[in-house]
Every structure is written in structure tokens, then in C-alpha cells.
T-cell receptor, first 115, second 112 residues
């Protein structure tokens, strides 16, 4: 399978704990995006990378959230001191730069539950 | 004010009953409009990209069209396996950003 993969698929944690998610993009894709999605809403942008450079972060993104993409391959998203409001589906998408747009392909997501 | 609005929020159809989902947008400088299908508990699955008004794309029972203010996803003779949430997203000129804005989706249920 050459699609986007995410690990873990599900994570249950207690409030105040740190969690880290991993995303492996489609191999030839140079852009990688992180989104958060809650029930009944569309995906909400968090941050994105072009190769290893983090180019943009949502202004709504708390400083408890950090993301990395070492060597421009896989990416990790860490949430420190989790809160119940962080409970959501965290989605990763990758894309290949193509003109004025890029079509993003999503992974299966990581479902986070904060107790 | 939402930049991307999808309607209806939910739609129930009988198998074989054709219908359309709407995605209206208020952004200027559209670069692309995307349709995705999302099954419960899974990530969105890419369906179509539309770039300019008048463009149409088809895939099996689905056909997407685009005007200057909205897009339609037409579903012809739907089957129960077409049940899912359909998401629309737009990419527009904003300082070179490629970040798409998503609508809230239309939840489609097709009854056998």
C-alpha cells in the first residue's frame, strides 16, 4: 500500500499527559499537512511542511502543539499537557506540488481521547 | 462568516433516487475546489478537483460541476454503499498559501 499511513490509529490518554502521533506520507509527495477534525465539522488546518520546512501554522494552534518533519520524510505531531478539548481525530495529508494547486491525500487518522 | 457552506447538512435517499449536494463559496481567486468522501472513523478519500467555472468531472455514479460561486455533486441512481459524508474544500489565492478551507460536509444516507 503506497497511501498515507498514521500511527497509532487510536490513543486514549489522561489529561496532562503528552502524546505523539506519526504520519508517513506518500513517498514522492513533498508537502505534508496536519488537521484536526471534531464530530460534525470539516477538517481544521493545524500546520504544514514543504519538505522539512514548516511553512505555516494556524493562529489557533496552541503552543502545546508542536510538529516536526526531519529529513522531509515522516512527520510527528506532539501535544503536551493534553486537555479534554484536545479530543478529536487528527488527520495527516500529503500532496505533491503541482502548479497553483495541490491535491491532498489523507491518511486514516488518529483518534485521540483525553480522559 | 463561513467561506465554504455545504447544503443540505444531511440527506436521506432511497436507492436509485438521484439528487445533488451543494457547496457554495465566498472566496475570491479560486485556485481549486475539491470533493472528498469520508466514511465514519476514517480519513477523507479524494474524489475530484475542479479548477475553473464550467468544468465537470465524473466517476461512476458521481458527477461534480463548478460555477463561479458554487459546486454541485450530482449522485445518479445511488446505492447504499454511497452512504458517507461528502466534504467540499476550496483553495484560493492568499499570499501563496495552499491551505484549503473545508465545509462541514453533507451526510448522505442511501436506504435500500
Amino acid at each position: 500500500d503506497t497511501g498515507v499511513s498514521q500511527d497509532p490509529r487510536h490513543k486514549i490518554t489522561k489529561r496532562g499527559q503528552n502524546v505523539t502521533f506519526r504520519c508517513d506520507p506518500i513517498s514522492e509527495h513533498n508537502r505534508l499537512y496536519w488537521y484536526r477534525q471534531t464530530l460534525g465539522q470539516g477538517p481544521e488546518f493545524l500546520t504544514y511542511f514543504q519538505n522539512e520546512a514548516q511553512l505555516e501554522k494556524s493562529r489557533l494552534l496552541s503552543d502545546r502543539f508542536s510538529a516536526e518533519r526531519p529529513k522531509g520524510s515522516f512527520s510527528t505531531l506532539e501535544i503536551q499537557r493534553t486537555e479534554q478539548g484536545d479530543s478529536a481525530m487528527y488527520l495527516c495529508a500529503s500532496a505533491r506540488t503541482s502548479g497553483a494547486t495541490d491535491t491532498q491525500y489523507f491518511g486514516p487518522g488518529t483518534r485521540l481521547t483525553v480522559l | 462568516e463561513d467561506q465554504v457552506t455545504q447544503s443540505p447538512e444531511a440527506l436521506r435517499l432511497q436507492e436509485g433516487e438521484s439528487s445533488s449536494l451543494n457547496c457554495s463559496y465566498t472566496v475570491s481567486g479560486l485556485r481549486g475546489l475539491f470533493w472528498y468522501r469520508q466514511d465514519p472513523g476514517k480519513g477523507p478519500e479524494f474524489l475530484f478537483t475542479l479548477y475553473s467555472a464550467g468544468e465537470e468531472k465524473e466517476k461512476e455514479r458521481l458527477k461534480a460541476t463548478l460555477t463561479k460561486k458554487e459546486s454541485f455533486l450530482h449522485i445518479t441512481a445511488p446505492k447504499p454503499e454511497d452512504s458517507a459524508t461528502y466534504l467540499c474544500a476550496v483553495q484560493y489565492s492568499s499570499g501563496g498559501s495552499y491551505i484549503p478551507t473545508f465545509g462541514r460536509g453533507t451526510s448522505l444516507i442511501v436506504h435500500p
